[in-house]
């Protein structure tokens, strides 16, 4: 084996080489390399909300990696993170060079290990931003190349968001989404509180007098929130409006089950709409399932499970690292109250379970999110988000939970609302040789779901070469197309629908019409950060199957230390007679020795010799 000794697998080496001993097979290892571990600082991830308001705060996270020998100065010391802010053009390319904002130092580890670093900024001016990371301060370094890392694009929009807010009675979620979305200055509220005296005005920054009841009037709002509806209110005619709102204008929906309505709302004949809507089942005979999952939780909480893959979700992470937003939410309480569904449609996205129980398909989720056309649906399976209040500061992950809940929800609408297609890639960030993925919402010219065998998309890097794939159709979901192709090279990439009106070089027309897609590709992060020699696990592989270690320079020793190994093979049987190998020596020994005494007699008889 010539390796350098490192690995990226999830077993120890070792192992093997353990199991090469019990066999008698000696591993020889020749180690290549330097065994100096590299001297690096490297920023690992920038991590911002894709879309912000003016005058609104928002947080750039950043992780840096420190990798350092045992015994180098720089642990301990200072290190000089800076924030770089760059202005981008219609087509997401740079206007001008980047400015740095902001500044801050963070302390290297004792071990030499990850630092978290985060800054909040605000941008008054609307349009579109990408953030640069810099890390300065360990001096001469094995690779500089790494010491700066790009957000992806960040869009400032200058727009309140439009809330309806609809509440079949004023309990404790509904009060607390109130009144945190009324001091919310990115958003504009409007509330009808069904069990209101008609006598009372309705609250919310613009009251209003009574329920939307055309697509103009509802069309006016970004996003629309049912908190346990009371279905009477209701009739076909509107929930058709509800799904066109969603369908065609973007809008965003969401729908919380509670212990009054949800029985009722989500098994009426003239409702059944709403299932349509939802990114849940409930079984074939709604109305059975709904009714035996009311009987079973109409009064009973329960422990809150999170999907673990799904939280990068916009909705669900509260932090870059993975592992500290995972802790966050371990810390939030259960449930008040639950109507988990059968379970999600497949297109859907589940963000939370409940611990309860299970039914034939696994976990009952209760926080489920998805799309309906143009829009994106949320589905609550519960109620108790405000005892979340008592986590942290003064309300704050409950604040930022909501919050983030109708961000995701309008974020289509800001989008797509004025645009007839919206190209979307499941990650911003992905490592070469990773799968890219993407969606495709298009619509034709009236702005109805567009009908073809497939849409081809173009890929630019920065360096302005271009790579082609094509989109297929999304079974089931008309004017949907997804594909995907492998990240084959490291840069950052744009990537748009080849379609009339939507070339990169299109302008403000093309622009207006398609949203494009932004990523960038990074080499492998495993095989990157470690490339030292490795003697010691060289060694230990080489000891225990029973061979050697070398050095590079000692090479032309192996061949004499390479074992010899020579096996004989002996088969002794008995002796057999040369006339009795087989059937046709056996009879012809008999048989040619006869014909050829018939032969002699019959040429004596023939010449009178007998």
Known sequence: VVS?????????????????????????????????????????????????????AFEIETLVQAS????????????????????LGTDDRPEGGPVEILSQEAQIPATGSRIRVDFSHTVMDPGRYQYSVVARGVGTETTEDDNVRTSSPVSVVDEQIRVLLIGGLPGWEYIQLQRLLQRDPTVSLSCWLQSMDESRPQEGDMPISSLPRSLVDLGQYNVVIMIDPNPEEFDAAWIAMLQEFCRNK??????????????????????????????????????????????????????????DYNLDHPVMSFHADKAENEMRWGQFPGFAWSFPAI?????????????????????????????????????????????????????????????????????????????RGVLDSDMTEYELGGRITFLARIRDEQFQPLSAESIPVI???????????????????PGQFEGGVLASRTGTFRATFDLPGAETSGGEDAVALFEAASFRVTAPSAEMDSDWLDEQLLRDLATQSGGQYLRLDEIDKLPEMLPRRETRAEFNSPSQPAWDLNRLTRYGAFLVPLVLLCCEWGLRKWYRLL
């Open 459 to 477: 890929m630019t890097d920065d360096a302005g070469r271009i790579q082609k794939l094509t989109l297929q159709p999304v079974p089931g979901q």
């Open 68 to 87: 350092l020998p045992k015994e180098d100065p720089a642990r301990g010391q200072a290190l000089q993170i800076s924030l770089m802010q760059q202005r």
């Open 4 to 56: 350098e000794g490192q690995h990226n697998g999830s077993e120890d080496p070792r192992l093997m080489s353990k199991q090469a001993g019990e066999r008698e097979i000696p591993v020889f290892t020749v180690g290549v390399g330097d065994p100096v571990p590299r001297r690096n600082l490297s920023v690992e991830e920038v991590f911002v909300r894709s879309q912000v308001y003016p005058g609104e």
């Open 343 to 419: 379970s999600a449609k497949p297109t859907a996205r589940v963000l939370l379970e409940s611990g309860q129980g299970k039914n034939m398909e696994g976990n009952q989720p209760v926080l489920v999110t998805g799309r309906y056309g143009a829009g994106n649906v949320v589905y609550f399976g519960f109620m108790g988000t405000w005892l979340w209040r008592s986590v942290g500061v003064q309300a704050q992950y409950f604040d930022r939970f909501w919050i983030q809940v109708v961000r995701f929800m309008v974020e289509n609408r800001s989008l797509q609302g004025s645009r």
């Open 250 to 307: 973007a809008g965003g929906l969401m729908y919380m089950a509670g212990p009054h309505h949800a029985s009722e709302f989500l098994t009426m004949n003239r409702l059944s709409g709403m299932l349509e809507l939802l990114p849940v089942r409930f079984g074939d005979a709604a109305s059975i399932a709904a009714s035996q999952v009311i009987a079973e939780a109409s009064d009973s909480g329960g422990a809150m499970q999170v999907v």
